[in-house]
């Protein structure tokens, strides 16, 4: 069982949390400009690295969302911040 | 009948108490302290079971959660527990024990002959053998000669085990030489240390092995290591079970109660120590499996512990100088002891042993138990034969962490490699099998500080024992399940070399045991035939549990209606107290009939008289998410499949929330209360997950501090009133007058105003096409609206209805439910629902997925209702097919009820192309037949939507 890091509750139970998305991942905008490629790239293609791995998880209990830098081997979990658009 | 009891010596047992005990229906006597394993062993009885396969005897083999054969069930004040470890468990007064896979019992087992066709039962000889006529055949045969204990269906332990979470400096994992010092050394610097073992008291295998310790005996060592601990505010856990290694150093431990409810303990330490000791390994000849065959560490367990002696003539085959105290013991207790070492430079011969150097047996003789043995070709007469092959440390731990292995020479084993897992490791599963070198790495492990314990010097020395493929005889490699060492030639031979294969294929280490006797000569084995060394053959892969954990533990006190807790509507008492029936709907215990009578006849009565003059149900499952600032409509929006911004304070307007991946996520109305105030009424389902999807987008598409998301759906209770009648219910309620006049809340809008003082919600939506109104207080109000609107309902003869009678009204009027009439695979436009799709130009969750060549089909599924003859509601799930051609499914039925208004059956099913078969016929295929339906519209009753306004 792990233990993450809300950058607003402090450490809880990963139970406490979802995967929202892998970070960095830029939604097309307007979408209707992606070719259809580019949108199912874009919905479905993960790199799901091995090791380093930047991500978007959810604190369900208190609904924000952060950005948790963590090692997919290991499962050390080196860094929690708010959303970059967040005027924390 | 071979096992005595010795008359003195024996540190665990109670003279004075004798316990009486049946062991296959025979009674038997042992003494308080005793396990079942020593009771038998001290009692002589030697065939404890029959084995998995060939229903060969099996006997005692070792002292721990290592032990093969000695599984029973158990029965206590007339309840039965299944494959419990003789060894691990006390022995209790009138303890039944009933030996497992035997019939009649385990000395008269009558498929015993089975052994005899042993060559026709080779490894993986079920895959090869019984895919003949398919597995499904056979499959019941098999279950019922092979398998272990047998389920008692009327003893289901209590959900009464207490689950802690719990954290320390120092968690030491096993209470031997190597675990006290580490606990001690910590301690003595002032750290919290948790030391646990499973045996029931500290001391590992100075408990019978004994040794002097810093100049004193070992007790006098581990009262002070207690004292220690205990000082420094630690604990002792001992007859507790460290079963798995987990995520984030997170340690789970079975606590066994003698009197008490065990307990689940979850660890984390910022150090752990692995101090979990070694196994014995057997050794392979000629009938190994037979009883009165044991491991020699286990025998000087039980000699030292109970006084329990194996045999009176001995023969103890060995490689290693561990056996030599072994033999001197027995052979001090009275026993006639042979010892026969395959090395020629041995250590001394112990006093009053026969010891045969460079001397290897090859072969046990007996029936149902050992009647002599072949040493070199000599044949020698014994009852008894102990064996030791080494020891393979118990790295499992260590392995599930994540740590890795290194071959290790000098101890002839595989030990965890430096640094590989975050544990420390010290003592026997490091390879160091010394006191003095255990005590010395527990120490080091824990960061003791000056000299470390003292213990005499000295290793012992292992010569590497290994199965010969070459020697005549079945030798059994896993006892438990059967495996010898022919099947593991077989599986060399067909190609399984690897052992994640070898074991899968043979059944190898698959047992209760966990092959921890055999796992290290299958793999040894798998070596040498391959030509390849142990390391580069490696292990199978160490996943918790460590040893078998009841599921009780795991499940701790969650079961029955705390197992995944429903959530309670505030108006649950009121229901119940006018007979309503509940059942769970979306996560919420609703009514879903009120009344005694047969569910369907009463849903079909109250549907009728919600279409007749009026019906009530509790709504407050609906979601209720305020949406709130100057960025909220926006938001929404972008959210919506339907724009909301073009939504007028006031009104109400239905729609979808989608996925990006353009499929419907929900469907409901939402209100915009004011300019900057919305309530997104979310279907009781869906609710949380909304919640989600509108966060989301606030944080990391908007700019979060301009709208606020609240789900307020708990704070608030919803009553719907519906029905022609539902105006007459509000002005018999004396509701505000506002309420019910059509000019200022017409269908489609909301407003809020105050009722006796506290704020009250109105809104005219409908989800079943007639005039309806729902109406929301704060939930602590909820008894007062509920009063009000019940002594209205007595005026206009209305009736409180469930939600079996709301789906068949909803269901007569085409409106679906999202994930019931819908699927993986449903997007707006496939219900109906195109102009967003073909009209709107801005950005909103979703929308390029509604264009792709998979949305442009004309072929998708589509929304549709169903007509048929006759009285009989077709089957939900229903395939529609074609009623010419080849059979294919179309599609299939959603929602099917009977109407009671239009008396006769209605359904709504999702059909390729389905709207334009509309007044066409299709097959629909249920139990090998096909029936016809011809395709409608979705809406059945009421298509011209007069009612909402009558």
């Not at chain 1, 979802?18 to 479905?44: C, I, N, Q, S, V």
């Not at chain 2, 390879?431 to 120490?443: D, N, V």
């Not at chain 2, 609710?687 to 501090?705: G, Y």
Request: charged share 20%.
């Amino acid at each position: 069982m792990q233990i993450f890091t809300c950058p607003f509750c402090g450490p809880r139970d990963e139970t406490e949390f979802h995967f929202a998305a892998e970070a960095g991942k830029k939604r097309p905008m307007p979408a209707e400009t992606a070719t259809d490629d580019e949108w199912a790239e874009y919905l479905y293609m993960n790199s799901a690295s091995r090791g380093k791995a930047q991500e978007v998880w959810l604190h369900v209990t208190c609904g924000e969302f952060f950005l948790m830098t963590r090692d997919t081997v290991t499962r050390d979990v080196t860094a929690v911040t708010p959303l970059p658009g967040r005027n924390a | 009948m071979s096992g005595w009891r010795h008359g003195s010596v024996g540190s665990q047992i109670d003279r004075a108490t004798p316990l009486p005990f049946t062991f296959d229906g025979r009674p038997g006597s042992g003494f308080a302290g005793d396990t079942p394993a020593s009771a038998l062993l001290a009692s002589g009885i030697r065939v404890l079971g029959r084995s998995f396969k060939y229903h060969r005897p099996r006997g005692l083999w070792g002292m721990g959660n290592e032990e093969p054969n000695a599984i029973f069930d158990v029965t206590e004040d007339g309840r039965t527990t299944p494959n419990v470890r003789a060894t691990t468990v006390m022995l209790r007064r009138n303890m039944a024990l009933r030996s497992v896979n035997t019939a009649p019992d385990a000395a008269r087992d009558r498929t015993g002959m089975l052994d005899l066709f042993n060559r026709f039962l080779p490894g993986g000889f079920y895959y090869k053998t019984f895919m003949a006529f398919g597995w499904m055949r056979w499959e019941p045969m098999i279950r019922r000669m092979a398998g272990l204990g047998r389920l008692d269906p009327g003893h289901c332990p209590p959900a009464d085990i207490p689950q802690f979470n719990a954290r320390c400096d120092l968690l030491v994992i096993g209470a031997g030489a190597a675990g006290l010092a580490a606990a001690r050394a910590a301690a003595r610097n002032g750290r919290e240390v948790w030391l646990v073992d499973d045996a029931p008291e500290p001391g590992g295998s100075l408990r019978w092995r004994g040794g002097d310790i810093d100049g004193g005996d070992w007790l006098e060592f581990t009262r002070d290591a207690i004292g220690a601990i205990t000082a420094a505010g630690g604990r002792i856990l001992s007859g507790t079970t460290i079963w798995g290694a987990f995520d984030h150093g997170l340690f789970a431990a079975w606590e066994r109660r003698d009197g008490s409810p065990d307990r689940l303990w979850r660890i984390r330490a910022a150090e752990t120590v692995l101090a979990t000791g070694a196994v014995e390994r057997p050794l392979w000849f000629a009938n190994n499996d037979l009883p009165g065959i044991l491991s020699a560490e286990a025998a000087l367990h039980y000699l030292s512990l109970y006084g329990a002696v194996a045999g009176r003539r001995i023969l103890l085959a060995t490689g290693n100088d561990a056996s030599y105290p072994v033999a001197a013991a027995l052979a001090q207790a009275g026993c006639d002891v042979t010892l026969a070492d395959v090395r020629a430079d041995t250590p001394a011969t112990p006093d009053g042993v026969g010891h045969l150097r460079a001397a290897r047996l090859t072969h046990a003789h007996g029936r149902n138990s050992v009647a002599g043995a072949v040493v070199d070709g000599r044949i020698i007469e014994t009852d008894t034969i102990l064996v030791s092959g080494g020891y393979t440390p118990s790295v499992h731990l260590h392995c599930q962490a994540g740590g890795k292995l290194d071959w290790d020479t000098g101890s002839d084993s595989l030990i965890p490699r430096p640094g590989s897992s975050a544990l420390r490791v010290a003592g026997a599963v490091n390879g160091s099998f010394s006191l003095a070198r255990a005590l010395a790495e527990g120490h080091a492990a824990g960061r003791g500080t000056g000299p470390a314990p003292r213990a005499a010097a000295g290793d012992w020395q292992f010569f590497p024992m290994r199965p010969d493929p070459d020697l005549r005889g079945r030798q059994w490699i896993d006892p438990q399940n059967d495996v010898t060492l022919k099947d593991i030639k077989l599986a060399a031979q067909e190609g399984y070399r690897s052992v994640e294969h070898l074991k899968r294929y043979t059944t190898l280490g698959m047992a209760t045991d966990q092959g921890r006797s055999a796992n290290f000569a299958g793999l040894a084995t798998m070596a040498a035939l391959t030509g390849r060394t142990i390391p580069e053959t490696g292990t199978t892969t160490y996943r918790p549990p460590f040893s078998p954990v009841p599921l009780g533990v795991i499940g701790g006190l969650r079961r029955g209606a705390v197992f995944n807790a429903p959530k309670r509507l505030p108006l649950e008492i009121a229901h119940k107290a006018r007979g309503a029936m509940f059942r769970e709907y979306g996560g919420w215990l609703r009514p879903s009939v009120y009344g005694t009578d047969d569910e369907a006849v009463l849903a079909q009565q109250e549907a009728l008289a919600a279409r007749k003059s009026v019906g009530l149900y509790d709504a407050s499952p609906l979601g209720k998410i305020e949406v709130i600032g100057p960025g909220a409509a926006e938001l929404l929006d972008y959210c919506g499949y339907l724009r909301l911004s073009t939504l007028k304070p006031g009104r109400a307007r239905y729609g979808f929330v989608l996925g990006e991946t353009g499929i419907v996520h929900d469907d409901g109305v939402v209100f915009r209360l004011s300019e900057n105030r919305f309530v997104v009424s979310a279907s009781s389902s869906h609710a949380a997950s909304v919640r989600m999807i509108l966060e989301e987008a606030r944080q990391d598409v908007f700019d979060p501090a301009k709208s606020f998301i609240h789900d307020v759906t708990a704070g608030f209770a919803t009553l719907t009133v519906t029905g022609p009648k539902s105006r007459d219910l509000l002005i018999a309620a004396n509701l505000p007058e506002a309420l019910y006049d059509d000019a200022k809340l017409p269908h489609m809008s909301v407003t809020e105003t105050f009722w006796n003082g506290h704020s009250l919600r109105v809104a005219r939506v409908s989800f079943t096409g007639d005039r309806s109104y729902e109406v929301t207080v704060p939930a602590r109000h909820a008894p007062a609206l509920y009063s009000a609107l019940e002594a209205a309902r007595q005026e206009v003869s209305g009736r409180w209805i469930g939600m079996e009678a709301v789906m068949i009204l909803r269901a007569e009027k085409g409106f679906i439910l999202v994930g019931k009439d819908t699927d993986g695979l449903t997007m707006p436009h496939d219900l109906g629902w195109q102009a967003s799709r073909e009209k709107r130009k801005d950005e909103y969750l979703g929308r390029r997925s509604l264009f792709t060549a998979e949305a442009r089909r004309t072929d998708r599924r589509q929304l549709v209702g169903l007509e048929i003859d006759g009285v009989t509601p077709l089957p939900t799930g229903a395939h529609l097919v074609p009623l010419e051609g080849q059979r294919r499914s179309l599609g299939f039925v959603t929602s099917s009820y009977f109407s009671p208004i239009l008396g006769r059956p209605i359904a709504l099913a999702l059909v390729e192309g389905g709207r334009n078969r509309i007044g066409t016929e299709l097959g629909v295929f249920h139990l090998g037949k096909i029936g016809r339906v011809r395709i409608c519209d979705s809406c059945a009753f009421d298509p011209t939507w007069e009612r909402l306004h009558a």
